[in-house]
């Protein structure tokens, strides 16, 4: 059965980033969440039954266990979009982005928290804060679409993963709460786990 976790229960600093978060984020959201080893059986690559939550959890766990041959992150590699693949290109430079800052704190980070899923359409967002191997905390925004055409139609697929505290402090400086720069057309994320950052029109 999904469930979500209680804001409540998270550290200081990961409630206030999760609290910031959703504030930026008044669209339809759920606390689905992918359910717990054992209680459901499926091949780790993209389906159409699994929802978006679901691939946030994969790719999350994948990094917290990765090994030192990259299965964690090739995992990761092969939920990200179609259309994303082609910034990164091959598994390897994959893996050399994943280990470079600001992402080098995803592989075999300790645990994750979950804020609920915001969905919009065929995009959906999610915040995760990770308890990285040093002990300290870092947020991250996953966004993800549902592909509308080729061979992975139908599937959520990750488009990309931004460091929310960031960009999440620039929209505070800014004074820029919009959510422009989630689901707006101005909105531009061309990479996953790259340097590219979402823009936000100046306001």
């Known amino acids: 059965m999904s469930h979500a976790v209680a804001v409540s229960s998270l550290t200081p600093k990961a409630k206030g980033l999760i609290l910031l978060f959703l504030a930026t984020v008044p669209l339809a959201a759920t606390g689905a969440l992918a359910p717990e080893s054992g209680s459901r059986s499926f091949d780790p690559a993209p389906s159409p039954e699994l929802e978006p939550a679901e691939v946030v959890r994969i790719q999350v766990e994948a990094l917290r266990k990765n090994t030192l041959s990259n299965d964690g992150i090739e995992l990761t590699y092969r939920f990200a979009s179609p259309g994303n693949k082609r910034y990164p290109g091959p598994l390897d430079r994959f893996i050399d982005m994943v280990r470079s800052a600001p992402y080098d704190r995803l592989p075999n980070h300790r645990r994750a928290e979950y804020s609920p899923m915001a969905v919009s359409g065929n995009q959906a967002q999610q915040m995760v804060v990770i308890i990285d191997a040093e002990g300290n905390e870092v947020g991250y925004v996953w966004v993800l679409s549902r592909q509308t055409e080729g061979a992975y139609k139908g599937r959520w697929m990750t488009d990309a993963v931004m460091p929310a505290e960031r960009e999440l402090q620039r929209q505070l400086t800014q004074r820029s709460m919009s959510t422009d720069w989630l689901f ?19 306001r």
């Open 184 to 202: 707006g057309p101005s909105t531009k994320i061309p990479s996953v786990f790259g340097n590219s950052i979402a823009r936000t029109v100046d």
